[in-house]
C-alpha cells in the first residue's frame, strides 16, 4: 500500500532496528534474507544460495564480476533472469562493474578484465525445494528454541539430525497413497491435508515428519494445524484409572447415558454407533472406543485431575476445565499429541522431542543447549499395564483395521 502510514510505520520501525542493531548486523541480515530469483515455488534467498543457484560455488569462490551480477539482481531478479534475458542481465552486470570503477573499488585493469567475462551462469539450477522440507523446518525452530542465537551465528557450525531417510521416505510415499486412496474413495473429498510424525520411543528422537500432502509452503501441518483430538486423549482417563488400583482392564465399568451439567448447560455425550453397552469390561470399553464409559470413568476422578495429567505429559495448548475434555474437545498439534503417547510408548519417562542431535562448532566442540530434560511422567509398572490396553485397541478394537 502507497500510504502516509505505512511510511510513518516504516520510519518508526527503522529507528528501532537501528537502536538495536548496528549497520553491518542490519547489511548482514539483509544480504541473508534478500530475494535474488525464483526456482518454480521457491525462493531464492540470501546471497549464500543465490551464488550455488546461478553458479553452482560457494560465495567465497565467486569472482568480481559473479559478484558483481548478484549485487546487480537486487533490482529486479525477474527482469534480469540471465536464462530469460542474458542481455540485460549482462549490462546490468557491467554498469555495477563500472560503478565499482568510478568509486574506485577496481582499477581500470581489473574493470576491463571483468567486464569482458561471460556471465556463465550454470544451465541448469541445482537448487530447488529441500528434500525433506517439513523435517528441516522442525529442526529450524528447534535451532531457535533450544540453542542461544550468538552461537549459531558463527562459521564453520554443524548440525546433527535424528532424520532417518529411508523412513522418512517410506512415510512420505505411505502418506500420499492414503490420501489418494481417501480422495479416490470419495468424489467430494478433495485437496484433503494432513500431517505425520514418527519418533524413536527410547528417546524421543524425531526419525520423520509430514506436514502436507503437497510442497512445502511455510505452513507445517505437524507442528502449526491444531485440531480437535477426540478419542486420542482416552488412554489418559484409563491411565487415571489404573493408577488409582481401584481398577484393572477385567474391571466391570458402566456405558450407560449420562447428563453432566456444566457452567449452567447440559451436555449429554453419544456413542459412536447411538446405542449403550451396559456394563463391559475396562478392557474392551477402551478397546471399542465406548465414550459413555470413558466420560463416566472420567467424571469419577475429575476434569481437574484429567487435565494436570495432559500438562504432566507435556501438553502446552490451552485445556478448557469442561468436561467434554474427556471425548477430546480440545485442539491440539500433532506434536503435542505425539508427545502425549510418546510417554506411554517409553514405559513412563518424557522425552523431549528433539529433531537435532548435535551442533558442534568449527572446532568440533559440542554447542550448549538447553530444554531437554527428561522426567519419570507415569509409574513403570502403571505404564507397562496402559500399554497392554493399547494393544488391544489395535489387535481386537477400533485399531486394527491398520493391520
Do not use: C
Not at 151 to 175: C, M, Y
Not at 194 to 223: H, K, Y
Not at 271 to 299: C, I, T
Amino acid at each position: 500500500e502507497r500510504t502516509l502510514k505505512r511510511k510513518v510505520n516504516e520510519a518508526f520501525m527503522a529507528m528501532l532496528i537501528e537502536l538495536h542493531y548496528g549497520k553491518n548486523e542490519i547489511l548482514e541480515a539483509y544480504l541473508n534474507e534478500v530475494n535474488l530469483g525464483q526456482n518454480g515455488n521457491y525462493s531464492i534467498n540470501g546471497y549464500g544460495l543465490a551464488a550455488q543457484f546461478y553458479f553452482g560455488l560457494p560465495l567465497r569462490e565467486l569472482n568480481i564480476a559473479q559478484h558483481a551480477f548478484l549485487v546487480g539482481l537486487v533490482q529486479g531478479p525477474s527482469l534480469y533472469n540471465p536464462w530469460r534475458n542474458p542481455e540485460a542481465a549482462q549490462k546490468r552486470r557491467d554498469l555495477v562493474l563500472n560503478n565499482m570503477l568510478v568509486m574506485g573499488y577496481l582499477t581500470q585493469a581489473q574493470y576491463e578484465r571483468e567486464v569482458a567475462r561471460p556471465l556463465h551462469v550454470i544451465q541448469k539450477p541445482t537448487i530447488g525445494p529441500a528434500r525433506f522440507p517439513d523435517y528441516l523446518d522442525v529442526v529450524r525452530r528447534q535451532l531457535r528454541s533450544e540453542y542461544q542465537e550468538n552461537d549459531l551465528t558463527h562459521n564453520g557450525i554443524r548440525i546433527f539430525t535424528a532424520l532417518d531417510p529411508l523412513a522418512q521416505s517410506n512415510v512420505e510415499k505411505s502418506f500420499k497413497a492414503s490420501v489418494q486412496r481417501l480422495e479416490n474413495s470419495n468424489r467430494r473429498l478433495n485437496n484433503l491435508q494432513g500431517a505425520v510424525m514418527v519418533a524413536r520411543p527410547e528417546n524421543g528422537e524425531l526419525v520423520a515428519v509430514v506436514g502436507s500432502s503437497q510442497d512445502f509452503t511455510g505452513f507445517n501441518r505437524a507442528l502449526d494445524a491444531k485440531r480437535q483430538v477426540g478419542s486420542l486423549l482416552k488412554p489418559v482417563i484409563y491411565l487415571t484409572a489404573l493408577e488409582s488400583g481401584r481398577y484393572h482392564w477385567a474391571s466391570p465399568i458402566e456405558d450407560s447415558s449420562i447428563s453432566i451439567v456444566s457452567e449452567g448447560k447440559t451436555w449429554t455425550p453419544k456413542n459412536y454407533a447411538g446405542h449403550e453397552y451396559g456394563v463391559v469390561p475396562m478392557a474392551r470399553a477402551l478397546a471399542q472406543s465406548y465414550n459413555l464409559s470413558a466420560v463416566r470413568l472420567g467424571q469419577e476422578f475429575g476434569v481437574a485431575t484429567f487435565n494436570n495429567h495432559l500438562k504432566r505429559f507435556g501438553v502446552t495448548s490451552n485445556i478448557p476445565a469442561y468436561p467434554s475434555v474427556f471425548l477430546g474437545a480440545v485442539e491440539m498439534s500433532p506434536l503435542e499429541v505425539l508427545g502425549i503417547y510418546a510417554n506411554f510408548a517409553s514405559g513412563g519417562v518424557k522425552y523431549p522431542t528433539r529433531a537435532i542431535r548435535q551442533v558442534v562448532d568449527s572446532q568440533g566442540r559440542s554447542l550448549p543447549r538447553f530444554g531437554l530434560d527428561m522426567q519419570q511422567s507415569i509409574k513403570p509398572d502403571a505404564a507397562y499395564v496402559l500399554n497392554y490396553g493399547l494393544q488391544q485397541v489395535m489387535r481386537t478394537g477400533t485399531g486394527r483395521a491398520a493391520y
